[in-house]
């Protein structure tokens, strides 16, 4: 990792992780794992360790120890450890959309492994959770997600919103919310917003660090969010996806039991190319496609109304008549969008007469009308 100080080294972090030991095998936490790399940004020190998965639960009270001594170094004002696990050879790899309990039974603290179960399912107290997804980054993705899970909540339902854009993580801010979670017994506990739940790992880490994470490390963090955090019963999760169609994508349909995917696109010809391969991987994946959105369908101007389709108009509705999947609607580009999401108060909530608000419901309306045989009781 980059923009370490001369003063820390890989054999620095090394020699603190060998002096924390565990007191029934007295092997250190340096034997027990491998140090992957480490980064430190504004006095901020975090560390990736590599675990087997049958190790890692009991792993935490040494990696407690292990930050405290490491925040002993000049210039390291905090220090977290992050473990990826990885399964060791010879057994197959679990089931798609199933994962496994620690052994032992019980909660396992946040950043441990996923249980060893291979028949536990995924969230089992979920109903119904669907991917907000787009072929290309800058269509409103996550402006749409959040605005989705309000409106959803709005109707009376139980909604949890999972940001899963890593790298890009932006509904803490879209939600107006600078709190961390806190972990009680070994799980973290979503931030109630808006009448929702809601985990970003922007609520968890500097929002001026880069997440210069490799693919498996990116899909831990992922899976950690969806098993080691106490979701409780949901009729809806909402999934901010990551945009394109690689391979955290691919990774998180096999992990999760998607009851379907919204597409976000604008209208204009290179942004519906993109659109149409995300429905193609979805439709690859057996994800059924709820729908495709065009956002950014027009301008109204604020001071005589006149409507300015600038990235032109009806694109969307087409490609989903070509593609044989429902059109949800249209939202238009307005300044009060930006600003809502700016502010922290999404605009079904701050302003619910205005034509997006209005866009945004029946978008929810028609998603929840296509879930109603998962969420009626």
Known sequence: MTQTPPSLHHDDIAKVLDSVLDTQTGHSLLALGKLEGFRLEEGKLSVALSVPREKAAALSPLCDEAALRLKQFPGVQDATLILTAHRPAGPAAPTPGRTAPAAGGGHRPFGGTPPADPNAPVLPDVKAIIAVASGKGGVGKSTTATNLAVA?????????????????????????????????QGRLQPLDVWGLKAVSIGML?????????????????????????????????????????????????????????????????????????????FEKMKVPVLGLIENMSYFCCPNCGHNTELFGHGGARKEAEALQVPFLGEVPLLASIRSSGDDGTPIVASAPESDAAQAFRRIAQATAESLKDRLTP
Do not use: C, N
Request: without cysteine; hydrophobic residues 45%; glycine residues 10%.
């Open 152 to 184: 959803l909540a709005q109707q009376g339902l139980k909604v949890g919103l999972l940001d899963a854009d890593i790298y890009g993580p932006s509904l803490h801010h879209m939600l107006g919310t600078s709190t961390k979670p806190v972990a009680l």
């Open 205 to 281: 880490v500097d929002e001026k660090q880069a997440m210069i994470w490799r693919g498996p490390m990116v899909m831990g963090a992922i899976t950690q969010f969806l098993t080691d955090v106490d979701w409780g019963p949901l009729d809806v999760m909402v999934v901010d996806m990551p945009p394109g169609t690689g391979d955290a994508q691919l990774s998180l349909m096999q992990k999760v039991p998607l009851a379907g995917a919204v597409i976000v696109s604008t209208p204009q010809d290179i942004a519906l190319i993109d659109a149409r391969r995300g429905v193609s991987m």
